[in-house]
């Protein structure tokens, strides 16, 4: 077997996402693919999807690297008769593999989380929000401090610099003009952290839903608490895709094997336009 084969570079993302540390509903690893085959090019992408095959088939890609799931809860066909079994055909008619690092990649240490805390700005050390029972080095989320403090509205407007452009940006609940320095962050979905975040002056996340923030606000009104700012959930994933392309490609090129990467700058949210109600 070649020393670039596919069962290396599988064996080299999992050195740094271990599978197991994934949750028990989730679905990581190899989706497709020959673990026998070269891979020469390796594109990394938030999300599965006909759009990303596209970018991959037209690059030459050997493998893609994805954060979400193809088939997260699973399935009974790959028949190309629906759009995840189509993608499927695609990739294997062009042998390009799939894999998948999901909430192994998101408590990872650097992890998704790591990633989003630098596109926004935060310096020095950075902790987990949560940090995993049998290593607090990991877990979800990340909080860390700014290198000065600021207010509400000159973080919201750095924040929205740091990430990929979306069609809605970034909402905001809190006073604009409050000051801010300590920033906790996690990428994706993150209301369950809601709690662990009440330490924070802003918590950035993503999907935040209405009850939840309204409530959370609500209280921090009245004690004091974080502000709140709502991201897109695929703009909150994206920055990590360039930290794993780095340390994958890091990692084998240090065992001879060299590998191009490339991140994929698809957007993939799900969001495309907005438009303003009326008064």
């Known amino acids: 077997m070649s020393p670039s084969a596919l069962s290396a570079v599988v064996a080299e993302i999992e050195s740094l996402y271990d599978p197991t540390w994934a949750e028990s509903w989730d679905a990581v690893g190899l989706v497709c693919g020959d673990p026998t085959r070269p891979v020469r090019k390796i594109l990394f992408a938030v999300d599965p999807v006909t759009a990303v095959g596209d970018e991959a088939a037209g690059w030459g890609a050997d493998l893609i690297v994805t954060h979400h799931p193809l088939y997260l809860r699973g399935t009974t066909t790959v028949a190309a008769t629906t759009p995840k079994g189509a993608l499927i055909h695609r990739l294997i008619k062009n042998d390009i593999a799939l894999y998948t690092a999901h909430t ?24 987990p929000l949560r ?10 989320g990340r909080v860390g401090d700014l290198a000065a403090p600021m207010t509400l509205r000159a973080f919201a407007d750095q924040a929205a610099r740091g990430l990929p452009r979306t069609a809605w940006g970034l909402r905001v609940s809190g006073d604009p003009g409050r000051s801010v320095r300590t920033v906790a962050v996690s990428g994706g979905a993150g209301d369950s952290l809601l709690g662990e975040a009440r330490g924070a002056d802003v918590f950035l996340t993503a999907d935040l839903r209405h009850h939840p923030a309204s409530e959370f606000a609500e209280a921090g009104a009245f004690s004091g608490g974080p502000a709140l700012i709502d991201a897109a959930h695929w703009a909150t994933e994206w920055p990590w895709l360039a930290d794993a392309a780095r340390l994958v490609s890091s990692g084998l090129a240090a065992k001879g094997i060299n590998v191009e990467t490339r991140v994929s700058a698809t957007v993939t949210d799900a969001w495309t336009t907005t438009a303003q109600c009326e008064e």
């Open 104 to 127: 192994n990649a998101d408590v990872a240490d650097p992890g998704v989380s790591d990633a989003l805390a630098r596109a926004v700005g935060l310096t020095g050390d950075l902790r």
């Open 131 to 140: 940090p995993s029972p049998d290593d607090p080095r990991r877990g979800l």
